[in-house]
């Protein structure tokens, strides 16, 4: 792969999106690659790590250059490709971290927005720029961001293309947490081992109840949870888990069983 690297470190699998001529810019081989990478992540990876090379961007944007000359047919692809990778990531069956490290402008917010939650460095900057390039974001942002934040903000970035630091960014609850750039991806790790030491089969229920539950009306939503609650049962997990609870002993490494 020339744009993505990735690295697994326990059962963590992070990916660094590391084009650094174009600051990371989502060019349609780097979206393929990625792609790639999402449909090999196999069940020993508990949690997964999304960031950026280099210091400067997560990922600034889809690229520029590419999408210039693009008619509307092609501009239609290239979105629906984007979005069915996006949509690929958010529907992984465990946690999907950001990890911003600077930039994420258009596509790159979208990348960010599609991961199940973020924390970014102090300087990380947000925003969806494509209106001031005369086109729309194409990539998830009108649909995820009013879902995430709220319509008001939703609009105002996307209609204004303002730019946004990382204590906005917190403020309006686009990102959890805001770490020196330095400290970024160790706390990024140390809250994917904390994810990754829980039951496996628990987490990955938690992730489609909650995730696939926002897009339900609430009866349906609850129908939904009991149905992920209960496939954790009879499992060697929750014997386990709970029995060590019980039995006042630590327990064993959930075994994902
Ligand atoms: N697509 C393609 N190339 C991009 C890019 C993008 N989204 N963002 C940056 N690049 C390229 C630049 O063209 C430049 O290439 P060059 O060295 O061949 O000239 C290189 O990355 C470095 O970017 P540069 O603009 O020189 O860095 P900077 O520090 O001055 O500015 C940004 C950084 C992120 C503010 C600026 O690059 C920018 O505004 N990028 C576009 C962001 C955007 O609108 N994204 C949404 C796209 S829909």
Redesign the pocket.
């Known amino acids: 792969m020339n744009n993505i690297r990735t690295e697994l470190k326990d059962t963590i699998l992070t990916i660094t999106v590391d084009r650094p001529?174009?600051?990371n810019?989502l060019n349609r081989e780097t979206l393929e690659e990625l792609k790639r990478v999402i449909e090999g992540i196999d069940s020993g990876v508990r949690c997964v790590i999304v960031t950026g090379g280099g210091e400067?961007?997560f990922v600034?944007?889809?690229?520029?250059?590419?999408?210039r000359s693009m008619t509307k047919a092609q501009a239609k692809e290239f979105s629906a490709f984007g979005n069915g990778v996006f949509r690929a990531l958010e529907r992984l069956p465990i946690p999907v971290i950001a990890a911003v490290n600077g930039?994420a402008?258009?596509?790159?917010c979208e990348l960010a927005i599609a991961c199940d939650f973020r924390i970014c460095s102090e300087n990380a900057v947000f925003g969806q720029?494509?209106v001031?390039?005369g086109?729309t974001a194409g990539f998830g942002g009108t649909q995820r961001l009013a879902r995430l934040i709220g319509e008001g903000w939703a609009k105002q970035l996307l209609y204004t293309a303002a730019r946004i630091k990382a204590p906005q960014a917190l403020e309006i609850g686009l990102v959890n947490q805001v770490f020196p750039a330095g400290e970024l991806m160790e706390e990024a790790r140390k809250i994917a081992t904390a994810i990754a030491n829980n039951g496996p089969i628990a987490v990955s229920a938690t992730k489609t109840a909650l995730t696939d539950g926002l897009l339900l009306d609430i009866d349906e939503a609850l129908i939904l949870e009991a149905d992920r609650f209960s496939t954790c049962f009879e499992t060697e997990d929750q014997r386990e888990a709970m029995s060590a609870m019980l039995e006042k002993r630590p327990a064993n490494p959930f075994q994902g069983k």
């Open positions: 001529k174009a600051l810019a400067k961007a600034a944007g889809a690229d520029i250059a590419a999408m930039f402008l258009g596509g790159g720029p494509e001031a390039l086109i």
